[in-house]
């Protein structure tokens, strides 16, 4: 089982950018999709970006497109999450799971990290 650490967020402005990163352990992380879910206040989980084994398909939702950049590196078994002009909206905690786009909100995942856009 791929055991999964989420780190990088904290409290920007709006229009601004961080980079979350999910450190993976275990061998088999070069062998299982993975994605970034995020839950909102008082809001269920949400799924945002998924990526296949070998970065060739990326899935975004809507809200995220054209903003959100999702990276992985198996050989340092890590991923990533760019997000670009981040808004008030995208304020919650980012999780990433070791599972593809159907079962991202279900999978097992790290503790998390929050992500606040305030001004």
């Known amino acids: 089982e791929v055991q999964l650490v989420e780190s990088g967020g904290g409290l920007v402005q709006p229009g601004g950018s961080l980079t979350l990163s999910c450190a993976a352990s275990g061998n088999t992380f070069s062998s299982v999709e993975m994605s970034w879910v995020r839950q909102a206040p008082g809001k269920g989980l949400e799924w945002v970006s998924s990526?296949?084994?070998?970065?060739?398909?990326?899935y975004y939702a809507d809200s995220v497109k054209g903003r959100f950049t999702i990276s992985r590196d198996n050989a340092k078994n890590t991923g990533t999450l760019q997000m670009n002009n981040l808004q008030p909206e995208d304020t919650a905690v980012y999780y990433c799971?070791?599972?593809?786009?159907?079962?991202?909100?279900?999978?097992?995942r790290g503790q998390g990290t929050q992500v606040t856009v305030s001004s």
């Open positions: 799971a070791a599972a593809g786009p159907t079962l991202a909100t279900t999978a097992s």
């Open positions: 990526i296949n084994r070998d970065s060739s398909i990326l």
